[in-house]
């Protein structure tokens, strides 16, 4: 089947169950460059994402708009939360992964592998343990454009676990291009990590691996999970049943936890990422080149 409703493309009939048609997609605001690391703040009741190219944060609040958060950034990108929600940033600037503590002080988490420097790290996930998990890309310090142009000091781009209780680096994952978006399954057996290599070549990888989860501290596998012929995977997070949402071109898709496409939606504009918030975590926040938008989903985000 092939229902389009509004910006709605229904694949598989156990996306009806997922979307409504009362539901339309909704602007919040516009004028960033390149929009991304959407992350929800329930006790406050709003949304914050980057703004890489233009080094600044943004936070928008229902009813009353939007406004910079945070000026400058260290061109920040992926952002999360932890145990204790507290912000925690990927920052192509400084090529670190930082924390907000509660009195607005930015600290490092962590900036050096072995004495070498970070790449630029892109997208992080906090486990229920504390540790931190993020994607180590070279973006940020390709150009001056979303970073500061800069030699590597790494001799690959990894996958990272910090562990806050002794203070440890590890890499988990070795064998990807361009490692990108990153997000556990609702009972953290399953990590799902992009891979948009094909921004270096024509033939590189753009899908999404996923891997098993072993003792909480590695993962192994890494079979691939969902292919995009148009466009990159980018960002994206998980909804309670385990459903992958993700940015998927100029759209939204949605992977049944087999890898099924169920459904997508479209937008005007490439999408880079997504989180899902409001009281019930059922409203999906979508970053996407210029603008930031909203819908509201039949589906419940992993907290």
């Known amino acids: 089947m092939n229902d389009s409703l509004n910006e709605v493309t229904v694949l598989d009939a156990r996306f009806k169950g997922l979307i409504s048609e009362t ?60 145990l204790s929600g507290r912000l925690v940033t990927c920052e192509h600037g400084s090529r670190s992964v930082s924390r907000t503590e509660y009195d607005g002080r930015k600290t490092v988490i962590v900036d050096r592998y072995r004495g070498k ?3 630029s790290p ?29 030699e590597r000091e790494l001799d690959g781009n990894y996958v990272f676990r910090f562990d806050p209780a002794d203070g440890t680096l590890a890499i988990v994952a070795d064998d990807f291009v361009q490692p990108n ?20 070549s024509s033939d590189g990888p753009r899908h999404i691996r996923s891997f098993r989860v072993r003792d909480g501290r590695r993962i192994s596998g890494g079979d691939v999970f969902a292919t995009l012929t148009d466009g990159l995977f980018d ?23 087999t ?8 937008l005007p504009e490439t999408v880079s990422n997504l989180t899902f918030g409001g009281p019930y975590r059922n409203r999906l926040f979508i970053t996407a080149t ?12 992993v907290v």
Request: include cysteine.
């Open 117 to 119: 420097k970070l790449n």
């Open 259 to 266: 890898g099924d496409l169920l459904g997508r939606i479209s």
């Open 23 to 82: 539901c339309v997609l909704e602007k919040l605001f516009t004028g960033m460059r390149w929009a991304e690391g959407p992350v929800y703040f329930a006790d406050g009741d709003y949304f914050l994402c980057s703004d890489i190219p233009n080094d600044r944060m943004m936070q928008w609040i229902d009813g009353l708009g939007e406004r910079e958060f945070r000026v400058p950034a260290d061109h920040s990108n992926g952002n999360t939360r932890d």
């Open 181 to 200: 978006g990153i997000a556990f399954s609702p009972d953290e057996s399953v990590m799902y990590i992009a891979d948009t290599g094909a921004t270096e």
């Open 290 to 301: 210029t603008s930031a938008y909203s819908l509201f989903v039949n589906a419940r985000g």
């Open 235 to 257: 960002g994206f997070r998980l909804d309670t049943a385990g459903n992958v949402w993700t940015s998927a071109g100029a759209g939204v898709n949605c992977y049944a936890p």
């Open 122 to 150: 892109n997208d992080v996930v906090v486990k229920s343990d504390g540790t931190v998990w993020f994607t180590d890309p070279t973006y940020g310090i390709k150009s001056d454009h979303e970073g500061h142009k800069s």
